[in-house]
């Protein structure tokens, strides 16, 4: 089994950053690709950002300039950088990962449970 565990969220100013971080546990053989996901109260869940095995990445463009997605390989973790938060980018986050678990095994995506981020005005 395979456990993404998010941490980083919390409540800013507009302007303001935070840095999410996730990081993934359990069976694991390698990691594909990485993205960040978000879902804003009463409205459907966005992708955020993506990052490829090769370190490839890529936005959404209300976020391009302003987040940067990372891994780091040797601590299956992947990270989003957000700067000059706004206050739609108000939402829980969520990782998700494309975990093979031995060499012979599918890639699976993998959820972590979300975390909170709250940009006030």
């Known amino acids: 089994q395979v456990q993404l565990v998010e941490s980083g969220g919390g409540l800013v100013q507009a302007g303001g950053s935070l840095r999410l971080s996730c990081a993934a546990s359990?069976?694991?053989?390698?990691?594909?690709?990485m993205a960040w996901y978000r879902q804003a109260p009463g409205k459907q869940r966005e992708w955020v950002a993506g990052?490829?095995?090769?370190?490839?990445?890529n936005y959404r463009d209300s976020v391009k300039g302003r987040f940067t997605i990372s891994r780091d390989d040797a601590k299956n973790t992947v990270y989003l950088q957000m700067n000059t938060l706004k206050p739609e980018d108000t939402a829980v986050y969520s990782c998700?990962?494309?975990?093979?678990?031995?060499?012979?095994?599918?890639?699976?995506?993998?959820w972590g449970q979300g975390t909170q981020v709250t940009v006030s005005s």
């Open positions: 998700v990962a494309d975990v093979r678990a031995v060499p012979t095994s599918r890639y699976t995506d993998y």
């Open positions: 990052i490829t095995s090769g370190g490839g990445t």
């Open positions: 359990g069976s694991i053989f390698s990691i594909n690709n």
